[in-house]
């Protein structure tokens, strides 16, 4: 059996807590609140307590999905990032790159929406790019 | 943010977390911080502890005005009236900060000028808030040696959200509270990252770093460093491109991990809207109700399953730790955004980790400058700006001088709502979040635990408006607004003023976002989530 935790920074609210992401074999068992973290300082609140618990949701999504006459269809990952790259290229051809927007995401990390505003702006060619903030 | 910008010339919390704990006064606006922040709301409560002054302003009966010193309940959408009235009284008594007015701000004369027409009485007649508690909570505030504002979305999300926020600013400015610890303007962030996505230059007008995309040098010292010409018009927000998706301009939208179908104002438009697009692509963890509508859908990891950052939303960057791998075909956003760029055939993502990413982000954005994987690893603690390796970061932003060079007053006069009851919808609607729920509730609603809290969504309704509405004991209701309909269960409590009801947000299958207006701030661009009118019918 292994067993180790992973400290990491909560999923929630904006506050920082960090946690404790506790792995057995390979799956995450349960939650403990960071000791000694300046932010949370060893607490947690109840959504904090169950951060764990959508990960391992069977509703979560495993393969990529492509819309074929108004229904979702298992794909590979090289057919969906092609038809991603075709048809997004194609709408940019046709209309310009300020007929794409591009909308960012507060759940991902500051690596991630680093990248997407690069690939909005240096890709697609347009500043269309937002994320939740005003929502 | 964009109050906080025009106001100080940066648009983040002021001051950090740890910081609360020694306010000799909190005054707390417009958010329910028990339920949305419970850790800042656990050091309001150690400050309260060691002596601190609490004043809450809220329509609503929550948990933090029941240890207030003062509780002001304002009728929704006259924030800016109260707190021009509290500035009236702070002047009129003498107690304003004069030097600091002197040395650090600009444009003073004109907020003294439009407050004096603001008299307590007078607030009282367009707010409800009572004029001598108006008067109590202005000299708590004032008199106190730090005094911090907290505010989250209650302030932000009204057609006049950007006026509110340069009120709390005029505020802070006109005692002296800004600059020193325990003290400031504090934006509660209700994301995880909102405050990094900002940061990032997830944003149609900047750059990372706040770096402004109309500004000639910037933009060709991004063209250089990324090896392409760059646009110079400021795209377009997420409510513009909500309208021009419906009016067919903008033909396609790229989603990572956002859900606007539920999150949006008026939720019915935005799928009309959304349902005009000729493409759009959405990558999540879950099938949410934005994926559904997308032609493809890339499946995305989980925050446990990544490496990275996140920054608080007291601007420290911390860092997210993979815990395990993640399921089936599942990739990291960060791999599937440099796929789909290699797909388009350009250059300038062949990145093979997140420090790799972050590496190239510290060179180009100063206030994220010092940041690394290894001073992370060290255990240092970095609130930016953190411009280079030797830079310990800053807790407490506008020391000496405020990011814009002096504090900029704004006079601002109250306007009314966008919807106001009438006799057709006599009720006003405010929406927010539930303790055990979280925005959409794509995350919360699949855990076990926190669904059995509260497993469907409700409307609070006071005692006299259950009389006026004729609910006659009825369990549920009909909640129907000018832009749809919803049905909930009913819960009395007089924790609500009379003519108010409240609805959670969080419960796709009875989104309070269906009956919300979009109507927004014409700067800030963010709707009025908690303003609009209504009528409730027993059913």
């Known amino acids: ?135 | 943010m964009a109050g906080l910008v025009a106001a100080f010339g940066s648009g983040a919390m002021t001051n950090s977390t740890p910081e609360i704990e020694d306010c000799d006064c909190i005054l707390i606006t417009g958010s329910n911080t028990s339920e949305a922040h419970p850790l800042i709301a656990s050091r309001v409560f150690v400050a309260k502890e060691k002596g601190a002054s609490l004043i809450v302003v809220d329509p609503r009966d929550i948990q933090m005005a029941r240890r207030a010193d003062v509780h002001l309940r304002q009728r929704p959408g006259t924030d800016v009236a109260w707190i021009n009235g509290m500035m009236h009284v702070i002047i009129a008594e003498g107690l304003a900060d004069r030097e600091f007015i002197a040395e650090r701000t600009e444009h003073y004369d004109e907020l003294e000028a439009l407050v004096t027409q603001y008299t307590p009485e007078r607030v009282e007649e367009i707010s409800g808030i009572p004029a001598d508690d108006l008067r109590r909570a202005a000299r708590i505030y004032a008199k106190a040696g730090t005094g911090s504002i907290l505010y989250a979305m209650g302030i932000t999300q009204h057609t006049t959200g950007r006026d509110n926020v340069l009120s709390c600013a005029n505020l802070a400015m006109l005692t002296g509270n800004v600059g020193r610890p325990s003290t400031g303007v504090n934006p509660l962030r209700g994301q995880n990252n909102v405050q990094g996505a900002c940061d990032m230059g997830a944003l149609p007008n900047v750059y990372p770093g706040y770096q402004q995309v109309a500004s000639d040098a910037v933009r060709k010292k991004f063209e250089s460093a990324w090896q392409v010409s760059l646009p110079s018009q400021v795209g377009l927000t997420v409510t513009d491109m909500i309208e021009l998706a419906f009016s067919g301009e903008l033909k396609a939208m790229y989603v990572m991990g956002e859900n606007p179908m539920v999150a949006d104002p008026d939720i019915n438009h935005a799928r009309k809207a959304l349902t005009k697009l000729d493409f759009m692509v959405v990558q999540d963890i879950f099938l949410s109700e934005t994926a559904e509508m997308a032609d493809v859908v890339l499946p995305a990891a989980s925050y446990a399953e990544k490496d990275g950052t996140f920054t608080a939303t007291d601007r420290r960057v911390q860092r997210v730790r993979k815990a395990i791998d993640p399921p089936g075909e599942v990739r990291q956003d960060w791999q599937i955004i440099c796929q789909v760029a290699g797909h388009l055939g350009a250059a300038g993502f062949d990145f093979e980790s997140p420090e790799q990413i972050l590496e190239e982000i510290a060179r180009l954005t100063p206030i994220y400058g010092g940041v690394s994987f290894d001073r992370l690893a060290r255990g240092e603690v970095l609130h930016w700006p953190i411009t280079g390796a030797q830079d310990p970061g800053t807790p407490y932003l506008h020391r000496d001088k405020f990011s814009r060079g002096l504090g900029r007053f704004h006079a601002i006069e109250f306007k009314e709502a966008a919807e106001l009851p009438d006799s057709e919808y006599p009720l006003i609607l405010t929406t927010g979040r539930l303790m055990f729920h979280f925005h959409t509730g794509t995350m919360t609603r699949r855990s076990e635990k926190l669904e059995q809290e509260v497993p469907a969504a409700f409307v609070e309704v006071h005692p006299a408006d259950a009389v006026s509405a004729g609910l006659n004991g009825a369990e549920r209701v009909r909640v129907l607004s000018r832009r749809g309909e919803i049905e909930a269960g009913v819960r009395l409590t007089d924790k609500i003023r009379p003519g108010v009801v409240f609805i959670p947000f969080h419960f796709a299958e009875a989104a309070a976002n269906v009956l919300t207006n979009s109507a927004f701030d014409p700067i800030a661009k963010i709707p009025e989530y908690k303003v609009c009118a209504v009528r409730i019918e027993a059913l």
């Open chain 1, 1 to 135: 059996m292994d067993y180790h935790s992973v400290q990491t920074t909560c999923p929630y609210c904006g506050v920082g807590c960090n946690l404790g992401l506790e792995v057995m074999d390979g799956r995450i068992t349960g939650v403990l609140p960071a000791k000694g973290h300046p932010v949370g300082q060893g607490k947690l609140c109840i959504k904090g307590w169950n951060a764990h618990s959508f990960v391992q949701h069977p509703d979560r999504l495993t393969e990529p999905l492509i819309k074929r006459m108004g229904r979702f269809q298992k794909a590979s990952w090289d057919e969906a990032l092609t038809r991603v790259a075709t048809r997004l290229g194609s709408i940019r051809t046709k209309h310009g790159p300020d007929s794409i927007g591009v909308l960012s995401s507060a759940k991902c990390t500051n690596e991630e929406n680093y990248l997407l505003q690069k690939l909005a702006r240096v890709v697609i060619g347009t500043n269309n790019v937002d994320h939740c903030a005003r929502l």
